[in-house]
């Protein structure tokens, strides 16, 4: 198994692990970090200012304006709905980008259920926001605008130090999700006027469960905390801090600013090796930047193959769909639909993240086993050369997620002789009709005027594959060409 979804949590460093076990069974640290009457307490509060120096170092603000969190959905959560109902006697707008996280995109629609008014911006064709879009859509009720740094899909960074003094003109606050790009590539954000910045531990080798905010001095005031309690982290975030967690997300970020150049290199070195493997592939599109880019991470979007099929054909790489399908909904990415990436191509985006460790050779195994499984399903999709012997039936689309040609070749007895499917389908589908293929051949064609009873009927396809309720609809489109095929060999029938 090669790992290659470092953007969706990297492995816990074991340097990191070891720091992290050294908090919890050291006797002189297991104080709770408020108690500052004996030594347990000041030690464990001590280990905590530690790491609070290093997250602050790695993206260039001041330790005293960083708190800690549960992660970065709870630190965009709080810039997000804290700022807007901290300012909301002075206006009730907010900007954000439709390409966000949803950590930010439901915390803004949250605040249009309680009377807030969202600006959505939509990306260049490069997945960049433009600074003069932005400037366009402030109002004079705007209050706060939130764009990520780099994107969790496509690893497109954005050039926030403009898009922050585009607010700082207007003395508009502004919020960053650093999430993808702290301890990845270089993060200045006092240096940038960044008002707000998000990160998370998990994303730089560091535990899950663990995150910061960071808040400029001058936006504390109109932070409303989201939990109260305590009065801890200023009253923010309340709650006992958790000692060895963030002890754990210290060192990380310490590791990350002194090897993250050497990390961004390899990683770098990995990506122009697998897309090289790949170019001569025809087909595919990569949704990623030139150079305004992750060094690790790359979104390839592939034509006439199906994105869940992609991915059953790839159990040895460990990788995202690129958040492609959204596999409880079915839909395809709502971030590369923003980068005008058609639907159908969409739902085929294979997310591959390197990271630490890395080698060429694994973007040379990556790369060897994605071509394979390109190759072979569409293959599978490929139109058959067929003679006049052969009749065909055509159903779906690409668009819908299944297209099935079927064809038949029928004996003088009116029996069914040979059939083949080519299919452009999910696994389930692909189980179908590998099934038909061998059970429709010696049945008749029709059995009063309707398809052998033999044969059984798509719901009871969908229960011998297992196919979930929901994927009866492609069932039906098999049944579909299945019919059309039927018929084009009747009408051929009549017409001789
Ligand atoms: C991972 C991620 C988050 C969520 O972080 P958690 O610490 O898992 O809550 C938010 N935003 C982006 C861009 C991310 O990549």
């Keep these: 198994m090669i790992y290659l979804d470092h953007a969706a949590s990297t492995p816990v460093d074991p340097r990191v692990a070891a720091r992290m076990h050294a908090a919890l069974v050291d006797p002189l ?49 709080l810039a997000v709905l804290g700022l807007a109902r901290g300012r909301g006697d002075f206006g009730r707008h907010l900007v954000t980008s439709r390409t966000e996280h949803k950590a930010v995109l439901d915390a803004c629609k949250r605040l249009v259920k309680e ?95 663990i995150g910061a905010l960071y808040v400029a001095p001058r936006v504390r005031p109109w932070l409303l905390p989201l939990a109260f309690g305590g009065g801890q982290e200023r009253g923010l975030r309340p709650g006992t801090l958790a000692t060895h967690q963030i002890a754990g997300f210290g060192l990380a970020a310490s590791l990350a600013a002194r090897e993250q150049q050497h990390d961004a290199d390899i990683a770098a070195t990995c990506v122009r090796d697998f897309r090289a493997a790949l170019a001569a592939v025809p087909g595919l599109r990569w ?7 992750l060094p690790g991470l790359v979104s390839l979007s592939v034509s006439d193959v199906e994105g869940e099929s992609l991915l059953a054909q790839l159990p040895e790489l460990a990788l995202s769909s690129g958040a492609a399908c959204d596999s409880s909904r079915g839909e395809p990415s709502y971030v590369l639909r923003a980068l005008g990436v058609p639907a159908e191509l969409a739902q085929s985006t294979l997310r591959i993240s390197f990271g630490r460790g890395q080698t060429s050779k694994d973007a040379a195994i990556a790369a060897a086993m994605i071509r394979e499984a390109i190759d072979t399903l569409r293959a599978r999709y490929a139109d058959p050369s067929a003679d006049a012997t052969w009749h065909t039936g055509v159903a779906g689309s690409q668009r819908i997620g299944t297209h099935v040609r079927c064809q038949l070749r029928v004996g003088g007895d009116g029996r069914v002789q040979k059939v083949r499917f080519s299919l452009y389908g999910c696994p389930h589908t692909q189980a179908v009709v590998t099934l038909l293929e061998a059970r429709w051949p010696g049945l008749g064609l029709v059995a009063d005027g309707r398809p052998d009873p033999a044969l059984g009927a798509a719901a009871d396809w969908a229960r011998e594959v297992g196919a979930p309720v929901e994927k009866l609809g492609r069932m039906l489109v098999v049944e579909d060409a299945m019919r059309l095929a039927t018929l084009a060999v009747i009408d051929a029938a009549r017409g001789s």
């Excluded at 705007?142 to 780099?150: D, E, G, P, R, W």
């Design 287 to 293: 949704n990623d930047h030139p150079t305004a880019r």
């Design 29 to 77: 640290a297991h104080g709770n970090p408020a108690s500052s009457t004996h030594a347990p307490g000041r030690a464990a509060a001590a280990a905590i200012e530690a790491a609070r120096a290093q997250v602050a170092s790695l993206i260039g603000v001041p330790a005293e304006d960083l708190l800690f969190t549960s992660g970065a959905t709870e630190s965009d959560n």
């Design 115 to 209: 009377g807030h008014a969202v600006t959505w911006l939509e990306p260049e064709a490069d997945g960049r926001i433009a600074p003069d879009a932005l400037r366009a859509a402030l109002r004079a009720d705007t209050q706060l605008v939130s764009i990520m740094h780099a994107n969790n899909e496509t690893g497109v960074v954005q050039d926030v130090a403009a898009l922050a003094a585009v607010c700082r003109e207007r003395d508009v606050f502004f919020h960053t999700d650093a999430a993808q790009s702290a301890g990845k590539i270089p993060t200045h954000f006092l240096r940038d006027g960044i008002d707000l910045a998000s990160v998370s531990a998990h994303k730089m080798y560091g535990p899950k469960g």
